[in-house]
């Protein structure tokens, strides 16, 4: 019998040891991204990779390390502290993150959403010699790494020459541990979930223009059509995701509010579920509410739990998408496609790779409620919906399928580290 060798050995080259890092990561989780990480790692352990994740305490009351999982990292960053408080917050997340990659002991580090989470890290990965890979389905990188206020602080001009020398003395003996950000990311290895994300980072100015883009996937066991239980009754309308102004929830109210105008009391309903991120916009979307006299269309349903996903779509005949920015790529939008419900939405972003006007959708200028309220007259036409529901379905089936998706970032990352050993034996660095 042959003796069993670990993931990433010489002998067993397919199968990889992985440190993933990531912001936030479920059960504690505000979005997509942390979703689509959780889908990446459950994949790539049940091929047979060894996966560690690093990510925040976001959740928790104080740092907690499962099994394969380190939620050791303080999420948020405070954007203001004196130089002495950044030092000792840069040396835990630093520390946090020795132990993961001594626990890891990783062939590749996958990078997901670092927002929030301090990016010297980004520059720590790079140290480790390894290579890492980038996956971007959102702009929370920026040029320098100008959010992060630790690498912004050392990026910024000391002033009068002495503290320049001051400065830069200080910086260097730093570097030796805490990464300040003294040399570039190496991006090489990255890949986008849409080409419109990936054209806004080129415009930004990271070399990234021939990157892969690897478009995120839905199960379609788990979001499939069931027969619509709703015979009766107002059409009811879902909008599924943050309650945070570029989500555009307004829009959908104002509609609304124009539709009331024309006659459609009794005719649609609205569902809304969601956190509310903005406290502040929140309260705007309710008084718009009242004013409109909107009360008994709408109804609030908070933050859903993933699992019940599906039974949300089934209980709704129209998802709304009526974001109004560059939106990279909605997990939410190929969901309901998948179980069977027309969409009406905006092509900002990554969407207008995804919807086709009067094909599988309806679609809208973000922020114009006027043309929302018009596709909303047109949806509820039964025969219309259900024709956009079948070919919504077919897109998700022919371009999204969850399992051919994770295929692909497995193979991404495989490529990744046989690259990066043929480099070594080749005496390449």
Same mark, same amino acid.
């Given at each position: 019998?042959?003796?069993?060798?670990?993931?990433?050995?010489?002998?067993?080259?397919?199968?990889?040891?992985?440190?993933?890092?990531?912001?936030?990561?479920?059960?504690?989780?505000?979005?997509?991204?942390?979703?689509?990480?959780?889908?990446?790692?459950?994949?790539?352990?049940?091929?047979?990779?060894?996966?560690?994740?690093?990510?925040?305490?976001?959740?928790?009351?104080?740092?907690?390390?499962?099994?394969?999982?380190?939620?050791?990292?303080?999420?948020?960053?405070?954007?203001?502290?004196?130089?002495?408080?950044?030092?000792?917050?840069?040396?835990?997340?630093?520390?946090?993150?020795?132990?993961?990659?001594?626990?890891?002991?990783?062939?590749?580090?996958?990078?997901?959403?670092?927002?929030?989470?301090?990016?010297?890290?980004?520059?720590?990965?790079?140290?480790?010699?390894?290579?890492?890979?980038?996956?971007?389905?959102?702009?929370?990188?920026?040029?320098?790494?100008?959010?992060?206020?630790?690498?912004?602080?050392?990026?910024?001009?000391?002033?009068?020459?002495?503290?320049?020398?001051?400065?830069?003395?200080?910086?260097?003996?730093?570097?030796?541990?805490?990464?300040?950000?003294?040399?570039?990311?190496?991006?090489?290895?990255?890949?986008?979930?849409?080409?419109?994300?990936?054209?806004?980072?080129?415009?930004?100015?990271?070399?990234?223009?021939?990157?892969?883009?690897?478009?995120?996937?839905?199960?379609?066991?788990?979001?499939?059509?069931?027969?619509?239980?709703?015979?009766?009754?107002?059409?009811?309308?879902?909008?599924?995701?943050?309650?945070?102004?570029?989500?555009?929830?307004?829009?959908?109210?104002? =509609?609304?509010? *124009?539709?009331?105008?024309?006659?459609?009391?009794? &005719?649609?309903? $609205?569902? #809304? +579920? %969601?956190?509310?991120?903005?406290?502040?916009?929140?309260?705007?979307?309710?008084?718009?509410?009242?004013?409109?006299?909107?009360?008994?269309?709408?109804?609030?349903?908070?933050?859903?739990?993933?699992?019940?996903?599906?039974?949300?779509?089934?209980?709704?005949?129209?998802?709304?998408?009526?974001?109004?920015?560059?939106?990279?790529?909605?997990?939410?939008?190929?969901?309901?496609?998948?179980?069977?419900?027309?969409?009406?939405?905006?092509?900002?972003?990554?969407?207008?790779?995804?919807?086709?006007?009067?094909?599988?959708?309806?679609?809208?200028?973000?922020?114009?409620?006027?043309?929302? =309220?018009?596709? *909303?007259?047109?949806?509820?036409?039964?025969?219309? &919906?259900?024709? $956009?529901? #079948? +070919? %919504?379905?077919?897109?998700?089936?022919?371009?999204?399928?969850?399992?051919?998706?994770?295929?692909?970032?497995?193979?991404?990352?495989?490529?990744?580290?046989?690259?990066?050993?043929?480099?070594?034996?080749?005496?390449?660095?």
């Amino acid at each position: 019998m042959r003796p069993a060798t670990r993931p990433g050995s010489a002998s067993d080259p397919k199968r990889l040891r992985v440190l993933v890092l990531t912001n936030l990561y479920p059960p504690h989780y505000i979005g997509g991204y942390e979703l689509v990480c959780l889908d990446v790692v459950n994949y790539l352990r049940s091929r047979g990779h060894a996966v560690t994740v690093l990510t925040s305490t976001y959740g928790l009351v104080g740092p907690q390390i499962e099994e394969g999982v380190h939620r050791t990292l303080a999420f948020p960053t405070p954007p203001m502290l004196s130089l002495g408080e950044q030092i000792r917050r840069e040396w835990q997340h630093y520390r946090a993150f020795r132990r993961a990659l001594a626990d890891a002991a990783p062939d590749v580090i996958h990078l997901f959403n670092l927002y929030g989470v301090p990016q010297s890290l980004l520059h720590a990965a790079h140290r480790t010699g390894l290579p890492v890979v980038y996956d971007f389905s959102a702009e929370w990188l920026s040029p320098q790494c100008a959010d992060d206020p630790w690498l912004r602080f050392w990026a910024m001009p000391a002033g009068r020459p002495h503290r320049k020398v001051a400065k830069a003395i200080v910086r260097r003996l730093l570097d030796r541990r805490l990464p300040t950000g003294r040399e570039s990311l190496d991006l090489s290895r990255c890949y986008f979930t849409s080409k419109r994300i990936r054209e806004i980072f080129v415009s930004k100015g990271f070399p990234v223009a021939g990157a892969a883009i690897i478009y995120r996937g839905v199960d379609l066991r788990r979001f499939h059509p069931v027969p619509r239980r709703f015979p009766d009754g107002p059409l009811r309308l879902l909008f599924a995701g943050r309650l945070t102004k570029d989500k555009g929830l307004h829009t959908v109210i104002e =509609a609304l509010g *124009l539709l009331a105008k024309t006659g459609a009391e009794g &005719r649609v309903s $609205l569902s #809304v +579920a %969601g956190p509310e991120q903005d406290a502040g916009y929140a309260r705007e979307v309710h008084r718009a509410i009242q004013v409109s006299r909107l009360d008994t269309w709408v109804r609030y349903l908070g933050l859903i739990p993933w699992d019940r996903m599906p039974e949300l779509y089934h209980d709704h005949e129209v998802y709304l998408l009526p974001s109004i920015f560059e939106e990279p790529f909605s997990i939410g939008l190929l969901e309901a496609m998948a179980s069977g419900l027309p969409v009406v939405g905006t092509t900002a972003g990554g969407s207008r790779e995804v919807l086709v006007e009067g094909e599988n959708s309806l679609t809208f200028p973000a922020g114009d409620a006027a043309a929302l =309220a018009a596709q *909303l007259w047109r949806v509820l036409d039964p025969n219309l &919906r259900a024709r $956009l529901a #079948v +070919a %919504g379905r077919r897109t998700v089936e022919e371009r999204f399928p969850l399992e051919r998706i994770l295929s692909q970032i497995e193979a991404f990352l495989q490529d990744a580290v046989a690259q990066h050993r043929a480099g070594r034996q080749g005496g390449v660095r």
